[in-house]
């Protein structure tokens, strides 16, 4: 079992940074991939990024490559969404997943998820 608890988010100007962070509990955060989905109001979730449990892999939704970089770092059970040039076409609520079998874009591949955190870009 794996509580992932997602922290950083907030009301920024379109252009800013930003920086989220989800850190896991329990001993097991460097066996599983991570990953950060949105979902804005009236829309279904959406893959945003992934890692593999080495983070030697990411992969990123079309949308925010060469925008958003997605790290982790396994000593303090924390995977990161660094954001920049945010857009207001970016404004939702930002989960981070857990996936036990790989790093994915499918939301189906993903175990445990946090309770998200609320990104507002303003134009």
């Known amino acids: 079992q794996v509580q992932l608890v997602e922290s950083g988010g907030g009301l920024v100007q379109a252009g800013d940074s930003l920086r989220l962070s989800c850190t896991a509990s329990g001993r097991l955060f460097s066996t599983y991939a991570m990953g950060w989905f949105r979902q804005a109001p009236g829309k279904e979730r959406e893959f945003v990024a992934a890692i593999s449990w080495s983070g030697r892999n990411t992969s990123y939704a079309d949308s925010v490559k060469g925008r958003f970089t997605i790290s982790r770092d396994n000593a303090k059970n924390t995977v990161y969404l660094q954001m920049n040039s945010l857009k207001p076409e970016d404004t939702a609520v930002y989960y981070c997943?857990?996936?036990?079998?790989?790093?994915?874009?499918?939301?189906?591949?993903?175990?445990?998820w946090g309770p998200g955190t609320q990104i507002t870009v303003s134009s």
């Open positions: 997943g857990a996936s036990i079998l790989r790093y994915s874009s499918r939301l189906s591949d993903y175990n445990y």
